[in-house]
């Protein structure tokens, strides 16, 4: 049973970008369309009256001006403006939240798509992607309303405290595991204290609902039992200090079947807070000084008119690890020997984008030749999920589960696993019917799904830089991957377990798994899985994750409470804050540093 539009007691808006002409779903097929339609018909889902509407024109003048609408500006923004008396302007270049986005089955759904995604890409290196050829490794980079946390595959991992000791080793004083605890809690909102995970690891009352999906494919049961049968640990809870390392279904930023963006977490609409003021489609170019001193922005509206806005107390920069730098160095902060060949004024000789960290690994795929080979979103996923926020749309498939490891080259009395699981498949994002059992086409070799093997504290370190002054070019990545030798080595670990897995005899019997022959190919000189093909598998099919960070990091480019270093009434808060990588899914830690920066902002100021 469909249920009619609901009367929501606000009109539902349909903007932003649309499922139907994403790359997973390309053409408009009449059940994409119909169900959108239902989607946004459903009040819970669209949730009409808590829309964020941008201003048509900034005013002159705000106590705060946020760049970036993402994991971290949001929640600088949201907490500034809980303060009644703070006049807050968040600047934001990209659209409003697409609604397609908060089904948790479409969460590739928006990569790739103009809209929403900035499509970053790496200076090509014949050392990693070399499936990329030319192009350079891919990094989706969120470009709307939540930023990447719109994109990400909302697992929840806040870091071991080993992480943070790095960071105070590191330069970051004042950011130990027990001194941030307190801003985990206030960004925490686990609805599963008691029934899965304990409340003395947990808090229940932060701004952000966490949760494990309602709903697993059996194929995923099957998978754990594979890796149980490996005699790898299964764990119920990965931030559990007691159980670092196992497989788990993940915590993710959802809530009973809904993602949850930190903009849709901590923003408030206009009625209700009417001192914050959002604006989209503004690109900031730069930060604007008085001597040292910052003193508002400079943006580029929809219409390409530039546009400035000043501060009476600060700017704070949450564009992101990759694009911080570029905005800092158009504005005279960053290394003089990259500024001045380009003409730009020096505000400050700081080393902005001189340090880039990223998780990297290698992905495997792999053909379920044994496997049903239907579509899993049908008229019955989707009545499922209008009626209950239930079944296959409800979840990411086979992507919900990872699993952290120790390899050889941890220190396991640090409690900090070093490598990262993931998988990926079976979920329901697709179809052109709706039929139930229609086919799915482009997987004739059987049921595709993919493991990916991941270093979690690289010691290979990359940089950001410009060779522009123009604001709408893209900075260059240069992510230097494998350029330290234990890396290489660690994630050829990761890619041993991987192979126990689906080499495992429920696997077997149940599925009969082989390596996709198309994606070996490449390699096939070499014996499979001998050390000279997972080298090459490695180097082919890198798997850079979409975990950039340390472009800004404090004791470096911003001091611990996050001012940049040099000038006055200037903040970074966003991923590129972080001096090193957490051992995990990084946007629990961001979270952390963006409230701590609301905090530490409104320490200064009151
Ligand atoms: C595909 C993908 C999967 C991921 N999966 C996970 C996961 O499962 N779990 C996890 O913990 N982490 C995951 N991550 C990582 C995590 O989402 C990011 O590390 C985090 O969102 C980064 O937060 P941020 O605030 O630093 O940047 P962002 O969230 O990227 O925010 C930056 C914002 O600034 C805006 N901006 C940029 N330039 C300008 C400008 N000139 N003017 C105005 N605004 C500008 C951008 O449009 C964007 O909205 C994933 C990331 C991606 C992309």
């Known amino acids: 049973m469909i249920l009619a539009q609901q009367d929501c007691g606000c009109q539902t808006v349909v903007e932003g970008a649309s499922i139907l002409n994403s790359t997973a779903c390309s053409g408009t097929y009449l059940f994409m369309v119909l169900l959108q339609g239902y989607l946004w018909g ?24 946020v760049v970036g609408a993402g994991s971290s500006g949001s929640i600088v923004a949201g907490r500034l403006s809980e303060n009644t008396t703070y006049k807050v302007l968040l600047l934001e270049a990209g659209g409003p939240e697409p609604l397609g986005a908060r089904v948790p089955s479409f969460y590739k759904t928006f990569w790739g798509h103009d809209e929403v995604d900035w499509q970053g890409r790496a200076v090509p290196d014949p050392n990693f992607c070399r499936d990329q050829g030319e192009l350079g490794c891919q990094w989706p980079l969120g470009k709307s309303l939540g930023g990447s946390s719109l994109l990400n595959g909302m697992m929840y991992h806040k870091g071991h405290a080993a992480d943070y000791e790095t960071w105070v080793e590191e330069g970051a004083e004042g950011w130990s595991w027990d001194e941030v605890k307190p801003f985990m809690d206030l960004a925490e909102g686990n609805r599963q204290v008691g029934s899965l995970v304990e409340g003395k690891y947990h808090s229940e009352t932060g701004r952000m609902p966490i949760q494990t999906f309602n709903y697993q494919p059996p194929q995923l049961r099957d998978l754990i039992e594979a890796i149980n049968q490996t005699g790898l640990p299964i764990i119920t809870d990965m931030n559990n200090p007691n159980t670092p390392d196992g497989f788990v279904v993940a915590q993710t930023f959802n809530d009973n079947g809904q993602r949850y963006t930190t903009a849709r977490a901590y923003l408030a609409p206009k009625s209700e807070r009417p001192n914050l003021s959002v604006k989209l489609y503004a690109h900031v170019t730069k930060v604007l000084f008085d001597g040292k001193k910052a003193v508002g922005v400079e943006y580029v509206d929809k219409n390409g008119n530039t546009k400035t806005v000043k501060t009476t107390k600060e700017v704070i920069v949450s564009a992101g690890p990759l694009t911080s730098p570029k905005i800092l160095m158009h504005s005279g902060v960053g290394p003089k020997e990259v500024l001045e060949p380009l003409g730009i004024p020096v505000v400050a000789d700081v080393p902005v984008g001189k340090r880039l960290r990223n998780h990297c690994g290698a992905t495997l795929n792999f ?79 059987g049921y595709k799904i993919s493991a990916n093997a991941v270093a979690l504290l690289p010691r290979s370190v990359g940089h950001v830089t410009i060779n522009s002054t123009d604001p709408f070019k893209s900075a260059l990545f240069y992510p230097n991957f494998f350029s330290h030798p234990d890396d290489m080595n660690i994630v050829m670990e990761g890619v041993d377990y991987l192979r126990k897995i689906f080499e495992s005899q429920v696997l077997q019997e149940k599925y009969k798994v082989e390596l996709d022959p198309e994606y070996t190919q490449e390699c096939d000189d070499y014996k499979a899985w001998s050390r000279d093909w997972k080298e090459c598998m490695i180097r082919l099919h890198t798997d850079p994750q979409n975990h950039q960070l340390a472009t800004n990091a404090i004791g470096k480019v911003v001091d611990p409470q996050l001012r940049v270093y040099d000038v006055k009434n200037l903040r970074v808060c966003d991923a590129g804050s972080m001096p090193s990588p957490p051992t995990g899914n990084p946007q629990g830690a961001i979270m952390v540093v963006a409230e701590r920066c609301a905090h530490f902002i409104k320490q200064t100021w009151q």
């Open 42 to 65: 459903r009040c819970e889902i669209a949730t009409p009256c808590k829309r964020i509407e941008s201003i048509d024109e900034t005013e002159s003048e705000y106590d705060f001006i």
């Open 367 to 445: 053909l379920l030749k044994k496997s049903n080979n239907t579509q899993s979103l049908d008229w019955s996923a989707l009545t499922d999920y209008l009626l209950e926020l239930d079944g296959p749309m409800s979840s990411t498939g086979l992507t919900q589960l990872t699993g952290l490891l120790y390899s050889s080259y941890a220190d396991k009395s640090r409690k900090q696993p070093d490598l990262q699981f993931f998988f990926n498949g079976l979920y329901a994002d697709c179809s052109k019917t709706g039929v139930i059992g229609e086919p799915a086409e482009d997987c004739s070799d």
